[in-house]
DNA sequence: TAAATTTGTTAGATTAATCTAACTTTATAG
DNA sequence: CTATAAAGTTAGATTAATCTAACAAATTTA
């Protein structure tokens, strides 16, 4: 049985891995809030219990068994916002915070109807891709909008660090996923873009913005 | 902040004054499966937090304060037996389970939405009230169909203890809410009764199972 | 009403998950 | 290549929730 607390330390895991492959001790402790010594000494449990690769000072990675699991939490929860989102009417900002808790319910039935419901969906709300029930992930590969360059003309497909505050941005500018992109020009001192996209004939968005925006060239 | 702990014995002490008024220590004891020394300890953690008054050697009764908590979180509980019926197409026997989880959930829109989405639904699937958002409960005065006479007509309006096994025996006999129950005749060695509804012209019901069934005089 | 049973409490141990303080190892920067 | 900084570990304390063993109070029964 894997507890609420190590089913956190999976998943930190796996969402670090993605960006940076292997992970030390200290990003997870600043990913979790949680101080180094409690993360030593839970990756000496997850250790044991055969989820993780651990040895004292060196980074720590994910076993096969360890990147099922984490998998599996990863596709509750994105299961969960797609449901709050398709389903129950919530903003993509708003569901967040809801799946962080969900994700720890123990159904597979639960989780399953979800799925169902939805027809089996292959991303979340933010275009991250959704595990399948082996906890496998498809990696699609999308391009930073902020490596494009001028008259490029892409689809917005997803967006990376889904904090409520950036969402709601996106929001406001009406910025939606599958949305198609014009760049027209790209200032150089700050690497800001001007994008046209759909009734906005010209938009500036900065690097940090076109840096979280995934495309796909059309 | 009330832990999960707390809220699990918050709302066995709300269920079980239901029942029976005050309630000791071993009553809540053998209902929650915990030993008595814990939930003694806890019911002074609770008392200092004023949710319960307690005193050595009493029964135990809930605060004003302790029964908003509880009736928020049995409002959380049937809102979520609900949707899982009413939206998600699932068993009234499968759901108990599911909102044993979902109920600590902290999030005020994602049961709100619930309650907007089952267009503000008075009782759960089992025919419970569902308290209001200030945790109050409005009580319907039904009988037992045991407490019925020969010849009584009445429907069946909520169901009493909810396991699974019983609950799947009701669904074999297309035992449903809202169902017209005419009562042939009354077995007086066992008080088994002899009724008929539906499609079923002659169906035995034992007194165990009479004492379940809640029902209203037509 | 005295004995037996049930119910309840106290004391102390245990487990999981966290922390701080002190120390060690590894990496970095002159 | 040493010295400093950063990262990591060890040791020991803390908190919440649980347990067992032993004792105490209340209730039931003979």
Redesign the pocket.
Known sequence: MI????ENYLKALFNLSNEIGEV????L?KEL??????V????K?LSEKKLVYYE??K?VKLTEKGKKEAGLIIRKHRLTEMFLVEKMGFGWEEVHEIAEQVEHIQSFNFFEKMDELLGFPQVDPHGSPIPDKNGKITWVEYNKLSECKTGDIVKLSAVIHTSSDFLKFLNTRELKLGLKIKIKSIESFDKSMVVSYGKRPSESLSHTVCERLLVEHV
């Open positions: 507890s609420l607390a190590e030390n001790v200290n990003e402790s809030k949680i101080k180094m010594p409690t030593t000494s839970m990756m449990k004292s000072y980074p």
